[in-house]
């Protein structure tokens, strides 16, 4: 097996899918590399909402900016080096501050098979 | 299912096991919570080595510092917001960067289950 370094100049960013807004991912490790989790960098324009339902246990670390998630009624704040961990099958409203926001993630299935 | 939200502030740090550097994890997530992947942060003093095979498909992602990982004869060098992703059965070297370093953890399976 290998060890792995990702930086945020390595991605290809691409629209997060089925929505509109100014929030793109781009994935450095999923389904085509063998390992059990996709690895990846988000990045949000400045208060853009997402709607969704997780489909995969999705952890996402806040590397600059900030987040808000909202689900069941209560709702998170996060900033920079604080993490927000959904699980499969939450529905979430995911806001972006007015700053927007980089994140990467780690989802356990791989979350572009799990949307599939 | 459920929302979490984690800083660094919510973790209560033990030194890695197995060793005796300067180094401490502290999981915020893990088989204790029902979900598939442990989540927590790690705090690495000066200049510490920690020299470890890896049991499962861990992935790290620098929040304060820097560390580099050596596995293979290959280094890979690693600041705030870049991420190492290592595999289950890597042999790693790490090392912290003279102003110690912070990070976020991903491990699929638990690792505390793996290294018991």
Redesign the interface.
Known sequence: ????????ADVSFERSPGQQADIFTGN??DQHHG???T?GFGRYGPNQILETTIAV?D?M?I??GGVS?T??G?T???G???????????R?TIRSHEEGA?T?Y?T?PHWQEAES
Not at 1 to 8: E, G, I, N, P
Not at 80 to 90: F, K, L, S, T, W
């Open positions: 097996m290998t060890v792995y370094k990702f930086a945020l450095v490790l390992g059990p989790v690895v246990h952890t670390v590397l600059e998630v689900s069941n209560e998170f704040n996060a920079p080096g604080e993490i927000i961990a959904m699980q499969d099958g939450d979430v980089v990467a780690v356990y």
